[in-house]
């Protein structure tokens, strides 16, 4: 089950063999957790980054009146990285969709990979960055596009992280959210929701039932949602990630300040959208 957590931070970053197995070694103690449980909790103090190998979960902010906003969604392969530790306490949580299995690393345990393996926490750095990344086109998203666009948007980016981790192959992939949780991350109702679901099948892009999705015409979909995949990336091409894992010998990068983005971006997010 690291396979996905490799592949997602070979996507951004350059790993030797050495840092693949301090990885595995990291994911030695992962357990599986229930859905709905809650991994990160809001308002407690970060002492430990998340892998999560497998299962889907929700990052989201609870406003006073109770309600859940989500802020964004993990699959396979993500983490909830460096940044957490910036915190004084966290000011988001996060909770499983699905059933899924954890990996948590202690802070003191990533110390020592900073000071041990500085590539491979240099990647857990960018992963972050790519959290954040995901974040500010989501809030472009919702300020500057219709419904239509927002959703072929999303199924376009999960589609895409999917592929990214191996995580799906095909025009079919698993989407374990309620059209009630895809209205309150996009800041819409759940009957324009079902409105917008309706007209991308009839126009033959997409079909969403029973929590798989089926993409029809990848192509129309991108160029609906003004989609281009560089972000997740962080700007690396595939010919550029291939020349870099074949690099040998090459020293380490060094590892920036972490980074911190999710108080800002969290309080515009919470204003939009319903209960999940």
């Known amino acids: 089950m690291v396979d996905h957590l490799l592949r997602r931070l070979k996507s951004i ?3 030797e063999h050495e840092d693949e197995i301090a990885l595995r070694s990291l994911c030695e103690g992962a357990r599986h957790v229930s859905a709905h449980s809650v991994l990160l909790e809001e308002g407690a103090r970060a002492d430990s980054l998340l892998f999560l190998l497998d299962g889907w979960a929700f990052s989201y902010k609870t406003l006073r009146t109770g309600k859940r906003q989500i802020l964004g969604v993990l699959i396979p392969g ?3 990285g460096s940044e957490v530790f910036a915190l004084e306490s966290l000011d ?7 059933g899924g299995t954890v990996a948590m690393v202690p802070e003191q ?3 020592r990979i900073r000071q041990d393996h500085p590539q491979l926490a240099f990647a857990l750095v960018r992963s972050a960055a790519v959290n954040e990344v995901i974040l500010r086109q989501s809030l472009v998203n919702l300020a500057c596009k219709d419904a239509y666009a927002r959703v072929a948007h999303l199924f376009c980016e999960i589609w895409e992280r999917l592929r990214i981790v191996a995580a799906a192959e095909g025009p079919e992939y698993e989407f374990p959210v309620s059209q009630g949780q895809i209205a309150n991350m996009l800041g819409l109702t759940p009957v324009h929701i ?5 007209r991308l099948r009839e126009d033959g892009l997409t079909t969403f039932k029973g929590g798989v999705l089926t ?3 990848i192509d129309s979909l991108r160029q609906l949602a003004g989609f281009d995949p560089s972000y997740l990336r962080l700007g690396r091409t595939a010919a550029a990630e291939h020349q870099l894992r074949n690099l040998s010998g090459a020293r380490a990068a060094p590892v920036p300040a972490p980074l911190n983005f999710s108080a800002q971006i969290g309080s515009l997010r919470a204003s939009l ?3 999940w």
């Open 215 to 217: 993409v029809h015409n």
């Open 273 to 275: 959208g319903s209960e």
């Open 194 to 198: 079902n409105r917008t679901l309706r």
């Open 78 to 80: 993500d983490t909830c």
């Open 109 to 111: 345990t990533y110390s």
């Open 13 to 15: 970053a350059d790993l």
């Open 92 to 98: 988001f949580g996060v909770a499983l969709v699905t």
